[in-house]
């Protein structure tokens, strides 16, 4: 683990319990974020063509916004 995860992690040790669930959760769900983020991409990729700048963030917006409504 890198050093400075090491550091907030032991931040958060000192945290009452309930800060420390939401920060829990709010983690994973950056990290389910960049998962899905990197997905689209790579599914980008897999297929070709040409996208502008807008078609890509469009895209990226959209299926976050679905994530978002699945975990709600």
Do not use: C, H
């Not at 939401?22 to 983020?37: F, H, N």
């Not at 990729?45 to 078609?55: K, M, N, P, Q, W």
């Amino acid at each position: 683990m890198v050093k400075t995860l090491e550091r907030a992690l032991a931040e958060v040790a000192a945290l009452p319990e309930s800060a420390q669930e939401q920060l829990g959760r709010d983690l994973l769900a950056y990290v389910a974020k960049l998962r899905s983020l990197r997905q689209t991409v790579n599914d980008s990729i897999e297929r070709g063509g040409s996208f502008t700048d807008e078609d890509v963030e469009s895209s990226v917006a959209a299926r976050l916004d679905a994530w978002e409504r699945k975990r709600s």
